[in-house]
């Protein structure tokens, strides 16, 4: 079957069979170079009839090793292959591995826990500042459970808000995480590191200085968990994610780390 040489010009030309190049036998392209058969002298043959994608190597798909970003903000990112975390996991795992628990809840809600242990929390944050706790234990029993309900459900409230706004400001900055697990894992975050500070506030009250020396010490731990969330689960880096969470660190700054001062 007679074959033709199609060249840059649009020419067709018979393909010599017997006499003179077959240039059906030429050299394979240089690496990655997809134009190597455009040019003149460098055609490829095709017999009537044959499709253009029959010979593979004449256009071969760029070389894509040399040409990988890493990272891409605003753009979705590849769901984690880790299964969903049990609490205690995800509890610990805040503490003792923050990076890859983050990165592995990206895309899981974490409600139960998150509202549990805030809840737990806020009953217990009264007990840090000496005048409500004076308060709390020189009033009846029923009284003092009120106290302790409605400052658990304030704080509950007040952190679903501040993670919301840290959940927008990381949207604004191009991330594309989602609003569950961002809220939820802040929501972890502030109580858990906060309740070294709250343990020793307890006994030796809001105003001793080792518990204001350990309270900067929490915040500090604070600002940075959260920073590494928001990082993970918004795929931003540090600093713009350290943005997005700066308004809830100064929150947190006020509403329990400056009243014990």
């Given at each position: 079957?007679?074959g033709?040489r199609?060249?840059?010009?649009g020419?067709?030309?018979?393909r ?5 190049q077959?240039?059906s ?6 690496n990655?170079?997809?134009g ?8 490829v ?47 610990s795992?805040i ?11 990206r895309?899981?809600?974490v409600?139960?826990?998150?509202l ?9 944050a ?17 009284t003092?459970?009120?106290w ?8 509950v ?23 569950a697990p ?6 972890l975050?502030?109580?858990?590191s906060?309740?070294?500070?709250l ?13 204001q020396?350990?309270?900067?010490a929490?915040w ?42």
């Amino acid at each position: 079957m007679a074959g033709f040489r199609i060249g840059r010009e649009g020419a067709q030309q018979p393909r010599p069979t017997q006499y003179g190049q077959d240039y059906s036998q030429q050299s394979p392209p240089p690496n990655g170079y997809s134009g190597y058969y455009d040019a003149p002298g460098h055609t490829v043959s095709f017999a009537i009839g044959e499709a253009p994608d029959a010979h593979p190597d004449a256009y071969p798909a760029p070389d894509t090793q040399d040409h990988i970003t890493t990272y891409r903000a605003g753009q979705p990112s590849a769901p984690p292959a880790d299964p969903r975390l049990h609490w205690k996991e995800l509890l610990s795992g805040i503490v003792l591995r923050p990076g890859r628990t983050f990165w592995q809840m990206r895309d899981y809600q974490v409600w139960g826990p998150a509202l549990l242990v805030t809840f737990v929390y806020g009953m217990l944050a009264v007990f840090g500042f000496d005048t409500a706790r004076k308060d709390i234990l020189s009033s009846s029993f029923s009284t003092s459970i009120a106290w302790m309900m409605t400052a658990a459900v304030a704080v509950v409230l007040s952190g679903l808000m501040t993670g919301a706004v840290t959940h927008a400001l990381a949207r604004q900055f191009g991330g594309d995480g989602g609003w569950a697990p961002t809220i939820g894992l802040a929501m972890l975050i502030t109580s858990l590191s906060d309740a070294p500070r709250l343990l020793f506030a307890i006994f030796l009250g809001g105003a001793n200085g080792f518990v204001q020396i350990l309270g900067w010490a929490t915040w500090l731990a604070c600002a940075a968990l959260l920073t590494s969330m928001v990082s993970k689960s918004h795929d931003l880096p540090w600093h713009r994610a350290l943005g997005a969470a700066s308004v809830q660190l100064v929150l947190l700054l006020v509403l329990f780390k400056l009243p014990t001062l």
